[in-house]
């Protein structure tokens, strides 16, 4: 019944950040680890990163890493991506998604958001 809305999405220079939002609906079950995925033009959808449900535990994609931050705000019941450095090949679609954070690997659901388009360009 958990239904998630990415944010955030939009045109940005290389070098340039952005901050994409993760926000869960419904008032059962909405706390649980999220995951980001993004599927590039022509290509097949591979892992960002994923935090655990308390937001202690996080995990990155190599490429990600040093660049990339996922993070949740509790109060807001949201998790946010900042995006920074960020370069046209990170130009996808990206998509959260309702999963379980385990021994510092993430297990995706079948429960994903529609995507928010980020396109990296000069």
């Known amino acids: 019944q958990v239904q998630l809305v990415e944010s955030g999405g939009g045109l940005v220079e290389i070098g340039g950040s952005l901050r994409l939002s993760c926000a869960p609906s419904?008032?059962?079950?909405?706390?649980?680890?999220i995951g980001w995925f993004r599927r590039a033009p022509g290509k097949q959808r591979e892992f960002v990163a994923a935090?655990?449900?308390?937001?202690?535990?996080?995990s990155y994609a190599d490429s990600m890493k040093g660049r990339f931050t996922i993070s949740r705000d509790n109060a807001k019941n949201t998790v946010s991506l900042q995006m920074n450095s960020l370069k046209p090949e990170d130009t996808a679609s990206y998509y959260c998604n309702q999963g379980i954070y385990s021994g510092n690997n993430y297990f995706p659901s079948g429960n994903w958001g529609k995507g928010t388009l980020v396109t990296v360009s000069s």
């Open positions: 935090i655990s449900k308390s937001g202690e535990s996080t």
């Open positions: 419904g008032r059962t079950g909405s706390q649980f680890a």
